[in-house]
């Protein structure tokens, strides 16, 4: 796939797999600033992160991100939230 995806406001950054998921990071310059796009490659689904959104990653407690490792098959295994 070429790098750009014949967009040349989206570069590819990167491919990432391992046994549990893959994705492909984009950098899309569409909107109102540069953003990180995240596309999952089994099922074609897409996110956009701001860097607003990417900075709360780094103050997010271990039970937030335990949270998103819920996908897929795994959803319904969430806890409820009190």
Do not use: C
Not at 48 to 72: I, K, M, N, Q, Y
Request: hydrophobic share 35%.
């Amino acid at each position: 796939m070429p790098a750009s995806n014949g967009n040349p406001k989206r570069r590819q950054l990167a491919v990432l797999i391992n046994e549990f998921a893959a994705v492909r990071l984009w950098l899309d310059k569409h909107g109102n600033g540069p953003r990180l796009l995240v596309e999952d490659l089994e099922t074609g689904d897409e996110a956009f992160l701001d860097p607003l959104e990417l900075s709360s990653f780094t103050v997010a407690t271990p039970e937030d991100r335990e949270d998103w490792l819920r996908v897929g098959n795994y959803r319904g295994e969430r806890k409820p939230r009190p």
